[in-house]
């Protein structure tokens, strides 16, 4: 069946560095939508991407969706404490869920 | 604001028991969505319904089933618990087709023994 597969399964950062989260299918998807889960709490949606190779950014944070849209990424630029949690993407019509990158910052 | 609402948030049953986790929506919306989520398989679709007393399977229903008898209610039923079923559900919700934005619940914490 149709698989979306994420990595890095764990990501530990230093405050201020960089962050990367890739996120790919088996098959072209209709769309992918980003989630940020806090430790303990709930997915919360963060965007949708539609288009093949659409770029959209939301403060530190840039999201893309690849050419034949079968990849996506997750950048975050300049890492806070407040980004700590699992980020996950997730594909198509029924959301496939990826198994998410759980980033932990380094004071 | 959307709200989404799980009816505990800790809940504890004994194999073999009949397990309800109830799921209210207050903003009209046509899909509603129950996973479970486990360490390092992420979030794994149970059942959704796209409308009144309409449903599909997801990933893995089996030992599970779902109830949706009115628009803002979607019940997860557990017929007979399994030790292999204690788990984190998440219960969702959204509007017009089934890939638009999801709004979470704060998940049932379920553990049983």
């Known amino acids: 069946g149709q698989q979306v597969m994420q990595i890095p399964q764990y990501q530990h950062v230093q405050e201020g560095e960089d962050f990367t989260t890739y996120c790919n299918s088996s098959t072209t998807l209709s769309n992918i939508q980003w989630y940020k889960q806090r430790p303990g709490g709930h997915p919360v949606f963060l965007i949708q991407?539609?288009?093949?190779?659409e770029v959209k950014k939301q403060k530190r944070l840039t999201f893309q969706f690849g050419e034949a849209k079968k990849n996506s990424s997750l950048h975050i630029t300049a890492t806070q404490t407040t980004d700590v949690g699992t980020y996950f993407c997730a594909g198509d019509d029924k959301i496939i869920f990826g198994k998410g990158t759980r980033l932990h910052i380094l004071p | 604001d959307v709200k989404v609402t799980q009816s505990s948030r800790y809940l504890v049953k004994r194999t073999g028991e009949k397990v309800f986790l109830e799921c209210v929506q207050d903003m009209d919306h046509e899909n509603m969505f129950w996973y479970r989520q486990d360490p390092g398989l992420g979030l794994r679709l149970i059942y959704f319904s796209y409308d009144v007393k309409m449903k599909e399977k997801g990933d893995i229903p089996e030992g599970y089933s779902v109830s949706r008898e009115k628009k803002e209610r979607f019940s997860l039923i557990l017929e007979s618990a399994s030790t292999n079923q204690t788990s984190m559900y998440l219960c969702a919700s959204s509007w017009g087709d089934t890939y638009n934005e999801q709004f979470f619940g704060p998940g049932t914490r379920l553990t049983v023994l």
């Open positions: 991407l539609v288009k093949s190779g």
